[in-house]
T-cell receptor
Framework: DTAVSQTPKYLVTQMGNDKSIKCEQNLGHDTMYWYKQDSKKFLKIMFSYNNKELIINETVPNRFSPKSPDKAHLNLHINSLELGDSAVYFC??????????????FGPGTRLTVL | KNEVEQSPQNLTAQEGEFITINCSYSVGISALHWLQQHPGGGIVSLFMLSSGKKKHGRLIATINIQEKHSSLHITASHPRDSAVYICAVRIGGSGSRLTFGEGTQLTVNP
């Protein structure tokens, strides 16, 4: 029973291509996130959605477009891929309810390599 | 300067040793998380703290809100504890982003 799942796990593509990474959570959470982990293993927030609404949009190139069709899904589409986009992308989810611990659960990550 | 600083960056220990990893932050936070990332890459949440101390098995996490400091302790360390340990703080209310430290690479030798 995977709580937060991402597909694909590995993605190798050429510069200039467009690709998508999908994320799904079955925890009933209402908030989902995309994080990027660079080659130095440093994690940084990219986007956050709450109830399908964008609430955090860090300084990310507009080639990156998140899409949340429903509360359980947050997909990441990347246009015109560049070498610098190579990284591991993690999806996470949490609940925003006042009485919860708001712990974040992470997906297994998608390793994107742009050649 | 990063809002979240961890020390040490790298730590090598012998099996059985008591280990401490430190985290300092420079902003007001609503919660602090300790995460573990294994060589395979998956990230697991170990603790979420807003005050005091939490214990889970051989792991103990403490936080001092006034001093803006948290520690993660591992008692009777084991080679399977080898991983990257990441401190992250939540700034703002529930559902807010996490801001991460750079991680501490722990290696426990048998």
């Amino acid at each position: 029973d995977t709580a937060v799942s991402q597909t694909p796990k590995y993605l190798v593509t050429q510069m200039g291509n467009d690709k998508s990474i999908k994320c799904e959570q079955n925890l009933g959470h209402d908030t989902m996130y995309w994080y990027k982990q660079d080659s130095k293993k440093f994690l940084k927030i990219m986007f956050s959605y709450n109830n399908k609404e964008l609430i955090i949009n860090e300084t990310v190139p507009n080639r990156f477009s998140p899409k949340s069709p429903d509360k359980a899904h947050l997909n990441l589409h990347i246009n015109s891929l560049e070498l610098g986009d190579s990284a591991v992308y993690f999806c996470a989810s949490s609940s925003s309810g006042r009485d919860t611990y708001n712990e974040q659960f992470f997906g297994p990550g998608t390793r994107l390599t742009v050649l | 300067k990063n809002e979240v600083e961890q020390s040490p960056q790298n730590l090598t220990a012998q099996e059985g040793e008591f280990i401490t990893i430190n985290c300092s932050y420079s902003v007001g936070i609503s919660a602090l998380h300790w995460l573990q990332q294994h060589p395979g890459g998956g990230i697991v949440s170990l603790f979420m703290l807003s005050s005091g101390k939490k214990k889970h098995g051989r792991l103990i996490a403490t936080i001092n809100i006034q001093e803006k400091h948290s520690s993660l302790h591992i008692t009777a360390s084991h080679p399977r504890d080898s991983a990257v340990y990441i401190c992250a703080v939540r700034i703002g209310g529930s559902g807010s982003r996490l801001t991460f430290g750079e991680g501490t690479q722990l290696t426990v030798n048998p």
